[in-house]
């Protein structure tokens, strides 16, 4: 990696893209663990009609987030 010790700016270009490459995994990460209780949740509900798995569940968060987040209007 002597090629990072001499371009300082490319040596900063790989740590920001090794922390957002962090990010996004622990984003995702989190997002699989609270997908979990909506999973369990509709399980129970809806347990003689549909079943879902985590994955559904982890969109169904994503979907209600885009659907119902806050709307911030600063006036």
């Known amino acids: 990696m002597a090629i990072l010790k ?3 700016i490319l040596r900063k270009l790989v740590d920001t893209s090794y922390a957002i490459l962090i990010v996004i995994i622990l984003s ?9 209780p909506v999973k369990l949740l509709w399980n129970y509900v809806f347990g003689r ?3 879902i798995n985590w994955f ?3 969109a169904l968060n994503v979907l209600a987030g885009i659907l119902f ?6 006036k």
């Open 6 to 8: 001499n371009l300082p």
């Open 28 to 36: 995702a990460l989190v997002g699989l663990i609270l997908a979990f």
């Open 49 to 51: 009609y549909l079943t």
């Open 56 to 58: 559904q569940a982890w």
């Open 69 to 74: 987040g806050q709307k911030n209007s600063n």
